[in-house]
Structures are given as C-alpha cells and as structure tokens.
C-alpha cells in the first residue's frame, strides 16, 4: 500500500468512530452523547456546588414597624393556682409607684385569702427559706417577712414574700408546681396576698428585677384563652429609655369603635429600668388597641393589635 491509500483508510475510520459516538450542536443547545442527553446549563456549571444556607426570616423590628408580635419567653409556671385568683393585681403593677405612695414595685402583687397554696414557677433549688431578719435581700429587715427564694437554670431567681407557712428548707431541690408555701400578710404587706419578683444574675441585688409579667405564662380569661401581654418601650431620639412618660391604653374589641376598657399609666420608675421597656400591660385580651403615650405637652398616638397568648412589642419615639 502507499503512504496517500494508507492516509486515506485513516480518515475514513476516526470518522466513522466520531459520528457514531457524539453530535455536536450548535451553542446553547443540549449535547448528545451516546444518546444521553446533557443540558448545556449543567455542563458550563462548576463541578462542585457550594453550601445554599436558606436566608433566614428577618426578625420583625418595632424600631422600624408600628408594632411586632412574638411569641415572648413566657417559661415561668403562674405561682398561684386557678381556682385561687391568679392575676396580678394592676393598682400596683412592676415598677410603679402607686402615683407616689409606695416604693417602687420590685414585682407584682397577687391578692389571695392567706393559706391560699404558693407553687414555685419552675425547677431550681431553694438557696433561702425563713423570715427576712436581715438585709440580704432588700435594703430593709422585715421587709419581706417570711420569704422563700428560687434559684433556676441560668442565674434566674424567683422570690416569693409575705408567706404566712413555709414549706420549703434551704438547699432543697424543687419542681416547677412545688408547693413551696402559703399566702400571708407577714413583712410590710397590706392584706393578704403574694409578693412575687423575678432577678436576673444576682438573687441579693434589690435591683437586678425585671418584669415578672414578661416571663410568667400568659393567664387564661373566663373563656380559657391565655391573655395578651402589651410591651411598651418609649425612648428619647438617641433611643433612650426616658424617665418618665404617661399612657393611656383603650380596647377596641370589634369594627364598632367602642371603647370597651381603657387602661392608664405612667412609665416605670427610673431606677426599675432593667430591660427593653419602661412601661408593660399584662392580662389583656386579644383585639385592637390605641395607645396615647403624653410626654411633654406632647400626645403620640398608634394602633396595636393583641393576640392571645402573644407578646406585642411597640416602641414610640419622643422628644
């Protein structure tokens, strides 16, 4: 054979070997190989593919928004048990004064016969049970009067005052529903009831308290559906808590725009600001609200809803 009739038999032979296997198309088309066929798409893709972490949901801001409603961080067990009242009472709520007469309220009061059971919140270790004969916990002795404190999980305490029976000792490990007590009027109380505080980071520190209304489980109204809870935030234009400011809460159950209950308050005491929020209503139900918040001469108006169950935070900006 020549060079040229071996060069040609060559040729013939990858040509047949290269249109049996692959058909090439024109760009942007799909390729086939041995009949499978490849979208274009996927072979210009790289061959390994990153991570895709979903972008999460932005939390709601009620900096930016007339209000937000969250679900709070209602853990704590109400103290007392229905069908003893379990409500707080609201002429004397955390952080007021009641209009200047008393020492600014370190918690909240629930009024109940003396004897009526005390339960402790949650699961934790009583770390002191007794009178209060000295100054540990408050500026003053006797102050308390018989008084049982609750250490929990992440420096978080429950006291629990007035008590007329204690039923706990120091050191005892408890849990959540524990009876730990009775209800009195022992210490400086008017009238029976319980005197319940929650601290945060130091039990002895008078001032650590926050709002026990912002951890303690929503109550249920007379048709069993938990209460709403109203945080109110009202801030200077640094975004500052301000010391003092006045509101005024009505309820709108319905399109009627009847007033059904209307609620009044000031902003907490300014050295009781522990947290997010300088005013709080507790115990609401679930519906339209129009809060007037009055500072300065000046009235700021919005419209907020309350779910069952919920956490309605709302912050107004004032001068």
């Given amino acids: 054979m020549t060079y040229q009739f071996m060069k040609r038999i060559l040729n013939l032979f990858l040509l047949f070997v290269l249109s049996s296997c692959a058909r090439i198309e024109v760009a942007g088309t799909p390729i086939v190989v041995n009949t499978k ?45 229905p069908p003893a009242n379990d409500l707080v009472d609201e002429t004397y709520l955390y952080g007021s004064t009641a209009n200047g007469t008393r020492e600014p309220h370190h918690g909240v009061d629930i009024a109940n016969q003396s004897g009526t059971p005390v339960y402790a919140a949650a699961n934790g270790t009583v770390i002191f049970a007794g009178p209060d004969k000295e100054a540990v916990y408050c500026p003053w002795p006797n102050f308390y009067g018989n008084l049982v404190v609750l250490q929990h999980k992440d420096d978080l305490f429950t006291l629990y005052a007035h008590l007329s029976k204690i039923d706990v000792a120091a050191g005892q490990i408890v849990g959540a529903g524990t009876q730990i007590g009775e209800v009195g009027k022992t210490g400086v109380a008017i009238g029976s009831h319980l005197h319940f505080e929650v601290r945060s980071g130091d039990a002895q520190d008078y001032f650590a308290t926050q709002n026990p209304e912002l951890w303690l489980i929503p109550a249920k109204d007379t048709n069993g559906k938990p209460f709403g809870t109203l945080m109110i935030s009202v801030v200077d234009e640094g975004g500052k808590l301000v010391n003092y400011a006045e509101f005024t809460l009505r309820y709108y159950p319905d399109q009627s725009q009847k007033v059904v209950k209307s609620y009044y308050g000031v902003t907490y005491s300014a050295d009781m600001m522990n947290g997010d929020e300088n005013a709080l209503q507790g115990e609401l139900s679930a519906g339209r609200y129009r809060i007037a918040i009055e500072r300065n001469g000046k009235v700021y108006e919005r419209w907020v809803e309350v779910e069952s169950g919920g956490l309605t935070q709302v912050v107004f900006v004032v001068k």
């Fill in 37 to 81: 066929v490849i979208p274009t798409s996927t072979l210009l893709a790289p061959t390994s593919f990153p991570t895709v972490t979903p972008t999460a949901e932005i939390p709601c801001d009620p900096s930016n928004v007339d209000f937000c409603i969250t679900d709070g961080h209602f853990i704590l067990q109400r103290p007392i048990h």
